[in-house]
């Protein structure tokens, strides 16, 4: 299985709501990693994970709070969102870091919106 | 700090035509630089690195550190092509932490 996946696909939520995204890899990596991406913008790094503990978090909001619960799954719990969350949410794995070979596999993403 | 530039946000060429997405960078040391392509509804996926030297669907991509640049060049360019193309980079101190530039869509006409 080489492909990273993601539920659901998309996501409706109101500002009071609690949800949660979730990733799966089983290509054994041990990195795995949350981008928020904007329409017609760059995916921007959000969490990274590197063996089942955070290594980053660019200063990301509170009410988004990350979990890795295994080597295989990531999850990105949202609470008290705001509509200017609204946006693709990627997840993506790889080889640990500062592995010489780490390309970072993307899954196709979930399509949130926050009303 | 790391930095990349991708000066055209948007490219439109004729199918058969030769195609050329620029990319420059800023980074003190040994960056690592990436081409991602993103077709219409696909996931993102990687098209290139620098390290590898190697052709993906007919495209190339050359490491010129004097000028820090990555141009992405295709030959003659086919209508599948047509996606947006990321440039990224990841600098050596910085894990894996990738820096992407605003991207290029190309367009491949008729």
């Known amino acids: 299985d080489t492909e990273v996946t993601q539920t659901p696909k998309h996501l409706v939520m109101g500002m009071t709501n609690k949800k949660s995204l979730k990733c799966e890899q089983h290509m054994g990596h041990r990195a795995m990693y949350w981008y928020k991406q904007k329409a017609k913008k760059p995916p921007e790094l959000m969490f990274v994970y590197s063996y089942e503990k955070l290594s980053i978090n660019e200063s990301v909001p509170s009410r988004f709070s990350p979990e890795c619960p295994n080597s295989s799954l990531l999850n990105l719990h949202l609470h008290a969102l705001q509509p200017e969350d609204s946006a693709l949410y990627l997840c993506?794995?790889?080889?640990?870091?500062?592995?010489?070979?780490?390309?970072?596999?993307f899954g196709p993403g979930t399509r949130l919106t926050v009303l | 700090a790391q930095r990349v530039t991708q000066p055209e946000k948007l490219l439109s060429v004729f199918k058969g035509a030769p195609v050329e997405l620029k990319c420059n960078y800023s980074y003190s040391g040994s960056p690592e630089l990436f081409w991602y392509v993103q077709y219409s509804r696909q996931r993102l996926q990687l098209l290139l690195r620098h390290i590898s030297r190697e052709s993906i669907k007919g495209f190339t991509a050359d490491l010129n550190k004097g000028e820090t640049s990555f141009h992405l060049k295709k030959p003659f360019a086919q209508e599948e092509d047509s996606a947006m193309y990321y440039c990224a980079l990841r600098g050596g101190t910085s894990g894996s932490r990738l820096t992407f530039g605003e991207g290029t869509q190309l367009t491949v006409n008729p």
């Open positions: 993506a794995s790889s080889q640990p870091l500062r592995s010489s070979y780490n390309e970072q596999f």
